[in-house]
């Protein structure tokens, strides 16, 4: 086997310092996850926050500390093409999904699809006048609302999804917004940190987020009642034992050297270590997070600010080398407002093509060069469809799953892997197109 350089999809890099501080916290122990507690509420400027096992298990604890609040209420309305991670806690927590489709122009909601949806309740019991007679109407296909319990919004790829706009179009205030940061962690808009914008919020500290500590999950929120409610599943939890901790630390070790591109030829071809891979899988377990996790995040402000810049750096060269390309798909309703570029941790690009993303695979697969298909299906079409309250079409949803093309930005991409990205992709376009362009890259 040639081992040639090769840049994973996506990556936080996790260094050997990282690994000594885990270790030292190890010795802390709980001082070390009130520490990491602490720095968290300040930089977020929020009153509580609770540390996880991963963002599944965040999120899971989110959701069952919802339903506490709200037994009657069990749906979640999520995007139909969003991370696998998100079903599988939905179904963890024993509620059910609904699904709403995608604005393939930034990944977010499709809002008018939404409005309908968060309108069938007042629909179903308007009372319409026709002939002079009374009648209720209830449209096939509707649900009610009164069994809402939550939407959640996702910052795919750090891409900020309109949480504000969201908030206007959620009338009753016993749905609650929970907001899906586990890609954005650090993102800001105007000012305002993501994560912040919902009811309550989570970030994940795993290996291809924007930060890692192996696996982690950080939840946040300003609302009592929610943080009461979480507080008490959070209390039950089970801590990791000595066995998942010698775990953790082999994996941070593996992480540390096979991330690396020129190593990462290794592992991609090691399947157990399911580089890259989605899986929907609701069966994972939620432990409170472990004083090696919290020590590893040691001075995670000024990485999370030096990888941020690295990103924003990388995405507006890949911007500059896509903006004559009219597969390019980068605007968010942000970006075109304000013109601001994000800290994405994977750069998507809608190609015109499906046939096209096989061959770009196969290229990237030859070069190295990271470029990854996104997620395999829209939701509806998982597994547990019993739990997936299907209530429409998705074709966004499923036109992104077939085109959706993601280009590494992560802080191994150097400039030069850029360029070769840029000529990868140019080289797609039919030839008349190329023509007086090449030398823009
Ligand atoms: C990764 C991810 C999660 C889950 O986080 P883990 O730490 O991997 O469990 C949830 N939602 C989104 C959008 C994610 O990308």
Same mark, same amino acid.
């Given at each position: ?17 990282? !690994?000594?501080?885990? =270790?030292?916290?190890?010795? &802390?122990?709980?001082?070390?996850? %009130?520490?990491?507690? @602490? ?24 959701? &069952? ?30 509620l ?22 968060l @309108? ?8 319409? #006048?026709?002939?002079?007679k009374?009648?209720?109407? #209830? ?9 809402? +319990? ?9 891409? /900020?999804a309109?949480?504000? @706009?969201?908030?206007? !179009?959620i009338?009753d ?14 993102? %800001? ?6 994560? #912040? ?13 924007? +930060? ?18 979480i &507080?008490?599943? =959070? ?20 992480l ?10 290794? /592992?991609?071809?090691? /399947? ?10 609701p ?9 090696f996790?919290?020590?590893m995040?040691?001075?995670? &402000?000024?990485? +999370?600010?030096? =990888? ?7 995405? !507006? ?5 896509l ?22 941790i @994977? ?14 695979l196969?290229?990237? %697969? ?16 998982l ?24 280009? /590494?930005?992560?802080?191994f991409? #150097? ?27």
């Amino acid at each position: 086997m040639r081992i040639r350089r090769t840049l994973p999809p996506a990556a936080a890099p996790i260094s050997i310092e990282d !690994i000594c501080n885990g =270790f030292r916290g190890m010795f &802390q122990g709980e001082i070390e996850c %009130e520490r990491f507690k @602490r720095e968290i509420k300040e930089f977020f400027q929020i009153e509580n926050c609770f540390l996880i096992s991963s963002g599944k298990a965040a999120l899971t604890i989110i959701l &069952q500390a919802l339903h506490h609040l709200h037994p009657e209420r069990d749906e979640v309305i999520i995007p139909a093409f969003t991370c696998y991670s998100v079903p599988s806690a939905i179904i963890q927590a024993g509620l059910k999904i609904r699904l709403c489709d995608i604005n393939p122009k930034t990944l977010d909601f499709d809002y008018n699809q939404l409005q309908l949806k968060l @309108r069938t309740f007042q629909k179903k019991t308007s009372v319409s #006048t026709k002939n002079g007679k009374s009648e209720q109407k #209830t449209e096939k296909g509707c649900f009610s609302n009164k069994k809402l +319990l939550a939407v959640l919004p996702v910052h795919l790829f750090g891409l /900020p999804a309109d949480i504000e @706009r969201l908030a206007k !179009i959620i009338k009753d205030t016993d749905i609650f917004i929970v907001e899906d940061a586990a890609q954005a962690m650090g993102s %800001e808009i105007q000012g305002r940190k993501l994560g #912040t914008f919902g009811d309550v919020g989570f970030f994940s500290l795993g290996r291809g987020k924007v +930060l890692s500590t192996v696996e982690g999950g950080i939840i946040i929120t300003q609302k009592k009642n929610i943080a009461n409610a979480i &507080q008490k599943i =959070f209390n039950s939890l089970p801590k990791y034992s000595f066995k998942n901790i010698v775990r953790l630390f082999a994996y941070s070790l593996a992480l540390n050297i096979l991330m690396r591109p020129l190593l990462f030829g290794l /592992p991609k071809n090691i /399947p157990c270590l399911r580089l890259g891979e989605t899986i929907y899988n609701p069966d994972f377990p939620c432990r409170k997070m472990s004083a090696f996790q919290a020590g590893m995040s040691r001075g995670w &402000q000024v990485k +999370l600010q030096y =990888f941020k810049e690295l990103r924003k750096n990388k995405v !507006i060269a890949i911007a500059r080398l896509l903006q004559n390309i009219s597969t390019f798909a980068y605007e968010s309703p942000y970006a075109g407002l304000y013109n601001i570029h994000f800290p994405l941790i @994977r750069y998507p690009i809608i190609l015109k093509d499906n046939n096209d993303l096989d061959l770009l695979l196969k290229k990237s %697969e030859i070069y190295g060069l990271g470029f990854a298909s996104s997620y395999p299906d829209s939701i509806d079409s998982l597994g547990d469809v019993a739990a997936v309250q299907k209530d429409g079409e998705y074709p966004q949803a499923k036109k992104m799953a077939k085109n959706l093309l993601t280009l /590494p930005v992560h802080p191994f991409v #150097t400039e030069k892997d850029i360029n070769m990205i840029g000529k990868m992709i140019f080289r797609m376009k039919p030839k008349e197109d190329k023509i007086g362009k090449v030398h823009e890259i």
